[in-house]
């Protein structure tokens, strides 16, 4: 399937950012991250899009731009707790 010319970026939930494809990195992209040994998201779970391939944009980046997804499940459940309403 790799072409040998395939790269891209991806994250974990605590933000690491990772690469594959280029010279000093694995040719395919990884299960889990060297740093913190979480999962590691190369594209959208829910419709295939990579992430943001320019890491200024990807650091912050955690929902997919094409369906609005979370990137990671645990970090929106996280966030939904934290939404307390006024009242
Ligand atoms: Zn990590
Ligand atoms: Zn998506």
Same mark, same amino acid.
């Given at each position: 399937? #790799?072409?040998?010319?395939?790269?891209?970026?991806?994250? +974990? $939930?605590?933000? @690491?950012? %990772? /690469? =594959?494809? =280029?010279? *000093? $990195?694995?040719?395919?992209?990884?299960?889990? +991250? %060297? &740093?913190?040994? +979480?999962?590691?998201?190369?594209? !959208?779970? &829910? +419709?295939?899009?990579?992430?943001?391939?320019? /890491?200024?944009?990807?650091?912050? #980046?955690?929902? !997919? $731009? @094409? !369906?609005? *997804?979370? =990137?990671?499940?645990? &970090? %929106?459940?996280?966030?939904?707790? $934290?939404?307390?309403?006024?009242?």
């Amino acid at each position: 399937m #790799a072409n040998g010319d395939e790269r891209g970026l991806g994250k +974990c $939930r605590n933000g @690491h950012l %990772s /690469s =594959y494809g =280029y010279p *000093t $990195r694995p040719d395919d992209p990884f299960p889990f +991250c %060297s &740093q913190c040994g +979480c999962a590691m998201v190369w594209r !959208c779970d &829910q +419709c295939g899009a990579e992430l943001p391939q320019d /890491s200024e944009e990807l650091k912050p #980046a955690a929902f !997919c $731009r @094409h !369906c609005g *997804t979370a =990137y990671f499940a645990e &970090q %929106s459940a996280e966030r939904e707790e $934290r939404v307390v309403p006024g009242m």
